[in-house]
């Protein structure tokens, strides 16, 4: 059973899932690192040259991909939750979980890295008013009130050998 971490851009997700990774003997896999490594080129430069909606194409191929792989971290992008598709995939052969960090807390953050967040702490308000009920609907488990990657990453970690006991 794969574990697979959604949230909004810079809830930690990579971190988180590095930590898991770690603490559960499981590799790790990202669903943005995989369409960085299949297109060749950055995120940032996806998004300028080719769009968003090609993008999302590569981030749902890459969605497939990593649920095709059995106990393994998987650390989503923010935006996977968009197409049911992938969330579909990603529930068929893993466990859900959305780490619900604090927005305020993220927007304190540098994003450049992040198309589309860039410097613009309104743009990351918008981002979690539209998703934020896709969050909710695809986990399976929501972990809040965490203030470290560290502190997410060990409640995580029993829920999922409590899931996976059962």
């Known amino acids: 059973m794969n574990l697979v971490l959604i949230g909004m851009p810079g809830s930690g997700k990579s971190t988180v899932g590095k930590i898991l990774s770690k603490m559960l003997c499981?590799?790790?896999?990202?669903?943005?690192?995989?369409?960085?490594?299949?297109?060749?080129?950055?995120?940032?430069?996806?998004?300028?040259?080719?769009?968003?909606?090609?993008?999302?194409?590569?981030?749902?191929?890459?969605?497939?991909?990593?649920?095709?792989l059995d106990n393994t971290v998987i650390a989503t992008g923010g935006g996977i939750i968009l197409r049911p598709e992938n969330m579909e995939a990603l529930a068929a052969t893993g466990l859900i979980f959305f780490r619900d960090r604090d927005l305020e807390d993220i927007i304190g953050e540098d994003?450049?890295?992040?198309?589309?967040?860039?410097?613009?702490?309104?743009?990351?308000?918008?981002?979690?008013?539209?998703?934020?009920?896709?969050?909710?609907?695809?986990?399976?488990?929501?972990?809040?009130?965490?203030?470290?990657?560290?502190e997410a990453a060990a409640r995580i970690a029993a829920l999922y050998r409590e899931a996976c006991q059962s």
Not at 38 to 60: C, N, S, V
């Open 111 to 150: 994003h450049m890295g992040r198309p589309l967040v860039g410097k613009d702490p309104d743009k990351l308000r918008i981002l979690y008013t539209q998703r934020i009920d896709f969050y909710r609907k695809y986990a399976q488990y929501t972990i809040s009130d965490t203030k470290t990657a560290e």
């Open 26 to 68: 499981m590799p790790l896999v990202d669903t943005d690192a995989l369409v960085e490594q299949t297109a060749g080129k950055t995120i940032p430069e996806l998004f300028a040259q080719e769009g968003e909606r090609a993008f999302r194409d590569r981030e749902t191929a890459a969605a497939r991909q990593a649920a095709e």
